[in-house]
């Protein structure tokens, strides 16, 4: 079955700091996978995806994502997070069905 | 370009009641998506609608039910509520089939008391 995993619920970061934020999942075969946005009171918004290629994927809001079959991985990065980056962030795998983890609510430290 | 939009934002129901959710999908998007999200919790796929037929459900009951209109836009019903059913309801639409590239509304908070 498929299924995502985020570890972190909560992460706090100041801003202008580096960010990481982990995905882990299980899927069958080669798997469509994607990092979403939730602000407050806002539907999901897409940030980036991966069908295949180059494992390094750039997305919007100058994030990027690195897919790693070996370990099941597909973590969030960001060089400089900002205050508008606070929101809660999903990971998501699938193609006519999107399995989603948990979600990461990342706060901003000024 | 006009987005995806949900009605109503927010709704109470009683346990038992039947509630109609409505979202029309962007401009030019033929395949339309709803998800529960309860607090706390990631979106749970409910089912897809590709020009007007179901093209995909997951593991919801048979009371939740959908239908899509040949404009596109889309309806989820959910009849015999349950207190388990309070969530946020999203729809989301996409240009493609089956590439997870949705398009999202802002939901439809549903109460069930």
């Known amino acids: 079955a498929q299924s995502v995993t985020q570890p972190d619920i909560h992460i706090t970061v100041s801003e202008g700091a580096s960010l990481e934020l982990r995905c882990n999942y299980s899927?069958?075969?080669?798997?469509?996978l994607f990092w979403y946005v939730q602000s407050p009171g806002q539907g999901l918004q897409l940030l980036l995806k991966y069908f295949s290629g180059d494992t390094l994927v750039q997305g919007i809001k100058g994030f990027e994502a690195e897919f790693k079959r070996s370990q099941s991985s597909f973590n969030l990065r960001k060089p400089s997070v900002h205050w508008s980056d606070a929101a809660e962030y999903f990971c998501a795998v699938g193609a006519l069905k999107l399995v989603f983890g948990a979600g990461t609510i990342l706060r901003v430290k000024s | 370009e006009t987005g995806v939009t949900q009605s109503p934002t927010h709704l109470i129901k009683t346990r038992g009641q039947q509630v109609t959710l409505r979202c029309s999908s962007q401009?030019?998007?033929?395949?339309v998506s709803w998800y529960q999200q309860a607090l706390g919790q990631g979106p749970q796929f409910i089912f897809q609608y590709y020009r007007e037929e179901e093209n995909g459900r997951g593991n919801f009951p048979p009371r939740f039910s959908g239908l899509q209109f040949p404009n596109y836009s889309s309806e989820l019903n959910v009849n015999a509520l349950e207190l388990d059913d309070s969530a946020l309801y999203l729809c989301?639409?996409?240009?493609?089939?089956?590439?997870?590239?949705?398009?999202f509304g802002e939901g439809s908070r549903l109460t069930v008391l």
């Open positions: 989301a639409s996409s240009l493609e089939l089956n590439t997870g590239e949705l398009f």
């Open positions: 899927y069958g075969a080669t798997p469509y």
């Open positions: 401009s030019g998007h033929n395949t």
